[in-house]
C-alpha cells in the first residue's frame, strides 16, 4: 500500500527528478509550472491503463514509467518536434507501494534526462487501477517547421526509420511463455543466440526508444508528412494516407523486419507477414520529395543513428495498394 501522504511522496519524487532546462522557468513543486516557449509547440496527450495498455505481471514499475513517457514523445518524434516538457498525472491503486512508485518515476526520469525532457509538473490520485495520463509539449522554430499527417503529395518516396517486428515478437514472447516455442527458437539459433536475440525482442517490447533525432531530421529534409508506428504499418500507413487524401503504394518485401523477430517466425513456423501488423514499434513512416531522400537518408542515419529505408511511393488516389496483397499490412 501507499503508506506516505501525498505530499511526502511528491516531496520524494521531485528530489530525483533531473535539472529542468532553459525553457522551464518554473518546474514541480507550485500550483503550476512556467515556461518560456519560443516558436511554435506541439502537444500531445497520452492515458495508458493497466491491463489495457501494459501488465504490471509483464513489465517492472521501471519499465512501465519508461515506455509511458516513450510513447507520449514518439508523437513528438513523429512531427519532427524537439523534446520539450511533460506533465504526468499517477493514479495509484491501494497494492501499489511508495518505492514502486519511485521505481516507476525513475524509469521516467531516465528517459527524461535522456531525451532533454523536463518533468515539469504533474499530480497523484488514488485509483482502482494503476494508470499514467501524461501531457508532452514540444518545440520548433515556427510552425512551418513541424511534419503534420496530411501534406504526402504523389511522387514522394514512402521512407521507413530503423526496423519493425520486434516490439510483436518480443510481446509474443512475454505472454506465451511456451517452453515448445523457447526451445524451437533455441535449437534455430543456438543458445546463447537465441538468449540475446529473445532479451533485444523483449526489450524493444518493454523500452522502445522515441526517434526524437530521426524526426528532426526528416523534418528538416522537407519531410512533407509522417506518422509514428504504434498500431501497426497496415494502420498507420491508412491513417496517413486518409490524412493526406493520397495512396500509399507499399512493397512489403522492402519493409526491414527485426531478425531477430523473423528468426522466431521461422523458428515456431509462421509466416513473417504478422509481424507488419503488430505495432508498437514507434518508427517514424514519412513522406519525402524525391530530391530530398539522399539527404534524408544521410541526415537520419548520422543525427538519429538508424537507416532510412524507402519501402513505397505516394499515388494518387486513397488508401494503400500492396502488390503482395494488402492482408500481409494489416
Known amino acids: 500500500m501507499v503508506r506516505m501522504g ?39 496527450v497520452d492515458a495508458l491503463v493497466d491491463g489495457v495498455h501494459f501488465r504490471r505481471d509483464l513489465a517492472s514499475p521501471a519499465q512501465i514509467g519508461h515506455k509511458a513517457l516513450a510513447t507520449a514523445l514518439s508523437d513528438l518524434a513523429a512531427m519532427g518536434a524537439e523534446a520539450g516538457e511533460a506533465y504526468v498525472v499517477l493514479g495509484l ?27 515539469a509538473g504533474g499530480d497523484l490520485t488514488r485509483s482502482d487501477q494503476l494508470f499514467l495520463a501524461i501531457t508532452v509539449v514540444g518545440h520548433a522554430p515556427n ?91 497496415g494502420a498507420d500507413a491508412g491513417h496517413l494516407a486518409q490524412a493526406s487524401g493520397v495512396k500509399l503504394e507499399i512493397e512489403a518485401a522492402a519493409v526491414p523486419l527485426a531478425p531477430a523477430a523473423m528468426a522466431l517466425s521461422e523458428a515456431t513456423g509462421r509466416e513473417p507477414w504478422w509481424l507488419l501488423g503488430g505495432g508498437e514499434d514507434y518508427e517514424l513512416l514519412a513522406c519525402v520529395p524525391p530530391a530530398r531522400l539522399e539527404q534524408a537518408t544521410a541526415e537520419v542515419l548520422d543525427k538519429g543513428g538508424i537507416p532510412l529505408t524507402p519501402v513505397g511511393e505516394v499515388r494518387t488516389g486513397g488508401g494503400l495498394l500492396e502488390p503482395g496483397g494488402f492482408d500481409q499490412l494489416a
Open 6 to 44: 501525498e505530499f511526502e511522496l511528491l516531496g520524494r519524487i521531485r528530489e530525483r527528478l533531473p535539472a529542468s532546462g532553459p525553457r522551464t522557468h518554473l518546474g514541480s513543486g507550485d500550483d503550476a509550472a512556467i515556461t518560456l516557449p519560443a516558436g511554435a509547440t506541439a502537444t500531445s
Open 143 to 233: 510552425p512551418q517547421a513541424l511534419v503534420q499527417r496530411a501534406g504526402a503529395r504523389p511522387g514522394d518516396a514512402l521512407v521507413l526509420t530503423g526496423e519493425i517486428g520486434g516490439a510483436a515478437a518480443g510481446l509474443e514472447l512475454l505472454k506465451s511463455r511456451d517452453p515448445e516455442a523457447d526451445f524451437a527458437f533455441r535449437g534455430h539459433m543456438g543458445h546463447l543466440k537465441a538468449k540475446s536475440a529473445m532479451e533485444a525482442l523483449v526489450e524493444r517490447q518493454l523500452g522502445p526508444t522515441p526517434r526524437l533525432a530521426a524526426g528532426r531530421a526528416l523534418a528538416l529534409a522537407e519531410a512533407t508528412a509522417m506518422i509514428d508506428l504504434s498500431d501497426g504499418l
Open 93 to 119: 491503486p491501494p497494492d501499489f507501494g511508495e518505492e514502486e512508485c519511485i521505481e516507476l518515476l525513475d524509469g521516467m526520469a531516465a528517459l527524461a534526462a535522456a531525451t532533454g525532457t523536463d518533468l
